[in-house]
């Protein structure tokens, strides 16, 4: 072949990312949410948008206002955004989003940076192709199931009439935030007032092994699952805890690759996992992690971290996976936001679930003069 031909098939497909911006918006929530780590009252929100060759695709940080979820902060993503992630890709050729991921393996953790670049690339991907990117990620569920989570309460009256509202809303599982000393007394009282509800409890590393008298007592009100009692990053000490209980654990915090949840199904740690973009990185070690669990027999569901309309759309778009056969928490723009930057905004059905969108890319398009008036801080990266 002529040199020239072959370049240009080479070239056949190929994508190159001209340009990132990276914004900083800032969302007051509706109410504020209260987790055992701590209070949001406003949402920093880091937002970044990719130019991959004139298509533009949109990715949503994760990363709170401060450590205490994970070790990311909003500063820390833009500051590995800017300086690391972004001389890793400018100017490389790529055939895929699903290969974002190879290009960024040197830089060391920083999953909530890496998977918001991913994932505008993703969409720009699926955009450029006229595709949804639920279907170019392989999703097969038009209709996903949703939870709520609730956040801690003044009062147990005040959680009761929060649950009260969700379930009358449609969602198919209430979730409460719990800590030590606000645990079994608001569980029993739910029970008590809503026998037959999916319920389930997320503690947000705030135990110990030692409190395994407080699971004990829970095992009573047949949770649904314990979500991450122990240790953010230890693993060992949930088998320990496992072994104990009936009631499954479901991991979130400690799961941050696939190499993290096959060490967890392995040791017991575990019996569902919580998937979230932004804690593995992106979609492709979710894709796997979900693959994993599928082929363990682990069912997934997918978290949600107080997101924007893009990371709730990116968020709908990984639920119509097929393994994500419980209720995650992808719920309604409006829980959150009063206004939200993308349109249509998310709803969720009286029966509680989230059509798939058949809109390219996300299915959503970003509200370009709202996250404009939003954002405080922007950075062209060329
Ligand atoms: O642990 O799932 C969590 C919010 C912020 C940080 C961590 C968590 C949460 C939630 C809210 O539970 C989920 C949501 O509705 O976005
Ligand atoms: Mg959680």
């Known amino acids: 072949m002529h040199a ?11 994508m190159r990312l001209r340009q990132v911006t990276l914004r900083e918006i800032r969302m007051p929530l509706v109410t504020p949410f209260e987790t055992s780590f701590g209070r949001t009252e406003v949402r920093r929100i880091l937002l970044v948008e990719a130019d991959v060759d004139g298509v533009m695709g949109w990715g949503e940080c994760v990363a709170g206002e401060g450590p205490f979820y994970g070790p990311e902060t909003v500063e820390t993503a833009w500051h590995i ?3 690391f992630l972004w001389p890793a890709v400018r100017g490389k050729e790529f055939a895929a989003a699903a290969e974002i991921e190879g290009l960024l393996a040197a830089i060391r953790g920083h999953n909530m940076a890496k998977a918001a670049l991913e994932a505008a690339v993703w969409d720009a991907e699926a955009r450029q192709k006229e595709l949804p990117l639920w279907k170019l990620l392989g999703g097969e569920r038009q209709e996903i199931p949703c939870g709520v989570s609730i956040g801690l309460q003044e009062n147990d009256d005040e959680l009761e009439r929060q649950v009260e509202k969700e379930m009358a809303a449609g969602y198919q599982r209430i979730k409460i935030k719990i800590k030590p000393g606000r645990d079994v007394a608001p569980v029993a009282r739910l029970r008590r007032r809503f026998p037959r509800i999916r319920l389930m409890v997320d503690a947000n590393s705030a135990y110990q092994l030692r409190d395994l008298p407080v699971f ?9 699952m314990i979500e991450q009692p122990l240790g953010w990053d230890d693993i060992w000490s949930h088998a320990e805890l496992q072994r104990k209980l009936q009631t499954p654990i479901c991991l979130d915090e400690c799961i941050h690759s696939e190499e993290h949840a096959r060490a967890a199904i392995a040791q017991g740690a575990c019996r569902i ?16 992690i979900h693959d994993l669990c ?11 971290m107080l997101e924007s309309g893009i990371g709730r759309a990116h968020n709908i778009a990984l639920s119509t996976l097929a393994n994500f056969s419980l209720p995650g928490d992808v719920t309604a723009s409006r829980r959150y936001w009063t206004e939200d930057i993308i349109e249509p905004e998310v709803t969720v059905s009286q029966q509680g679930t989230i059509r798939a969108p058949s809109g390219p890319g996300i299915g959503y398009e970003p509200r370009r003069a709202r996250i404009e008036a939003l954002t405080v ?3 062209d990266l060329a």
Request: aromatic share 8%.
């Open 377 to 379: 801080r922007r950075e």
């Open 4 to 14: 020239d031909l072959r370049e240009c098939a080479v070239r056949i497909g190929e």
């Open 81 to 83: 955004l800017r300086d």
């Open 216 to 224: 004990q007592e829970l095992e009573a009100y047949f949770l649904m």
């Open 273 to 288: 996992i919580n998937i979230k973009l932004g804690r593995v990185g992106g979609y492709s070690a979710a894709r796997r």
């Open 294 to 304: 599928r082929d363990q027999s682990v069912p997934v569901w997918c978290g949600g």
